[in-house]
Structures are given as C-alpha cells and as structure tokens.
C-alpha cells in the first residue's frame, strides 16, 4: 500500500471515529485520533497531517472554531463530517476554512473518493526550507555572470537590479506562479488556502472568458474538461463562499473589483 502521510481525525463518537479511522488506514494514511477541539488542534499542530476530519459537535469548543484555528497554521486538507445537513452548516465550514464537508451517515466508498479528489490538488508550497524570508525557490531566476569590463566603466554608477520574479500569470499588479504555488501582489506574497489559490488560478487562465460556478466546481473537483457532470446547489453556494474568502485575502470589491468581477446570473472572470 501507497503511505500517503499522516491523518488526524477528531470525533467524539467512539463508532464513527473507528469507522474514519479504517477508511483512512485503507487509504494509506497512519492515523492519530481526537475526541474533542482543542486535542485536534493540538494533533494537528504535532503531527503535521495530510488530511483532517472534523466532526462539529464536540465536547469543548465546535469543529468550526477548531478548523478556524488550525487554518491559522496549517494548510492540511480539511474534511468536516457532520450529521448537522443544513445549508448554513456547511457555509460556515467552508468559510472557516475547509475543503469539503460530508454529513453522517458516510459511506466509506464517497470518503475515499473525495480523500482521492483532494489528493489530485497538490498542496501549497511554502518558502526555501531553512530561510523564513526567502523566496520560493522556483521563482529566483539565476543570473549569468557578467562579463568583465573596463575600470571607468565598472566603477560608474548604475541602477540597482533586483532579482528576476517569474510568473505565469499577471493581471494589474497580481502575479501568480503556478510551479510553487505562489500569488502575490506587487512583489507582496498572498497567503492563499488551496481552493482559493486554484480558483484564481483557473480565473487568471481564462481572463475575460465566464467561468461558470459548475465550471469552477467541476475544476475543483478535478473532472476532466467539459463532462457536464451533475454539481448540487449546495456545491455552487460553497464556490460562492470560497470567492468572496479570496476576494477578501485579495482587498479586492465585489462592487469596484480590481481583479474578480461577477457577472450576475452567469459566473465569474477577471476584472478589465
């Protein structure tokens, strides 16, 4: 079996955690278990995991305000598995920072396939290891040595050359690297969760063009092109949510938007 890394689960019902427990073991995971907020926070903040499932009604403080606080520190995939089906639930687990959300009972064979959709979405890469300021290293370009030149001429003033910045995608200012997933904004790093950095990935690459919200879903979840496969309501509400979070990280106005404009009944695009 394929190790995948680590999984925490946080679940306070003794049944359901063994039952997310054995599919993420049959997933390839090594798993740690948690019954209450503060001991996922705290696993998750040990263990450095892959993937987290978050149960909502837990003894101490809620799975929202756990996946809150492990948002502020790491970037690991985040599932809530609750029995709470209302709608607003689950735009309050998105908008608390996780990536997918599944209500109890769960059939094992839907966890795995969503852990597997996830799985397909590569992670953030953070900066050089060891260097806390540094730049990530895919976007320093080496530079040539110069040539030598004459005395009167190397001693002549010149401009100071900063390093070269690569980027696949420039729009106003807004630059973003898909290689080491980066984003930032005139040199200013971005600190983007995953589905907010792919959904302006999938926005910059078409610029002017609609992307629908079946579009976007369909993206996240990584199907191939244009399949017309079925997206729920409950899927665009939360592509929704996730826009107005990146918009939020970008400063940007849904009203006077610099960089993502809606267009109302249709979808979303690159602002002019």
């Not at 039952?19 to 998750?44: C, D």
């Not at 029995?83 to 966890?111: I, N, Q, S």
């Not at 907010?196 to 999938?202: A, C, G």
């Amino acid at each position: 079996m394929v190790e995948r890394g680590v999984a925490v689960v946080v679940e306070d019902d003794d049944d359901i955690r063994t039952s997310l427990k054995e599919v993420l073991l049959q997933s390839g995971f090594a798993v740690f278990e948690t019954s209450s907020g503060s001991e996922g926070v705290k696993a998750v903040r040990e263990h450095n995991p892959v993937i987290v499932t978050m149960d909502v009604g837990l003894p101490d403080f809620d799975g929202i305000e756990a996946s809150r606080r492990i948002r502020t520190f790491s970037d690991a995939y985040l599932i809530i598995v609750t029995g709470r089906v209302e709608e607003a639930d689950a735009l309050m687990g998105f908008e608390a920072g996780a990536d997918d959300y599944l209500t109890k009972p769960f059939r094992p064979r839907e966890l795995r396939a969503r852990i597997a959709a996830m799985l397909r979405r590569p992670r953030s890469i953070s900066s050089v290891p060891g260097d806390g300021n540094a730049a990530p290293r895919a976007l320093a370009e080496p530079q040539p040595a110069a040539p030598a030149e004459p005395a009167a001429v190397a001693d002549a003033p010149r401009p100071h050359a900063g390093p070269v910045v690569l980027c696949d995608f420039e729009h106003r200012g807004l630059t973003l690297h898909e290689g080491s997933r980066s984003a930032a904004i005139h040199g200013v790093s971005l600190d983007l969760t995953r589905t907010q950095f792919d959904l302006l990935l999938v926005l910059m690459e078409n610029g002017r063009v609609v992307q629908t919200k079946a579009d976007l879903v369909r993206r996240l979840r990584n199907d191939p092109y244009n399949t017309g496969s079925f997206v729920t309501a409950g899927e665009e509400r939360a592509v929704e949510v996730h826009l107005g979070n990146l918009r939020k990280r970008l400063g940007d106005s849904s009203r006077s938007p610099r960089w993502v404009e809606t267009v109302r009944g249709v979808g979303y695009r690159l602002a002019p």
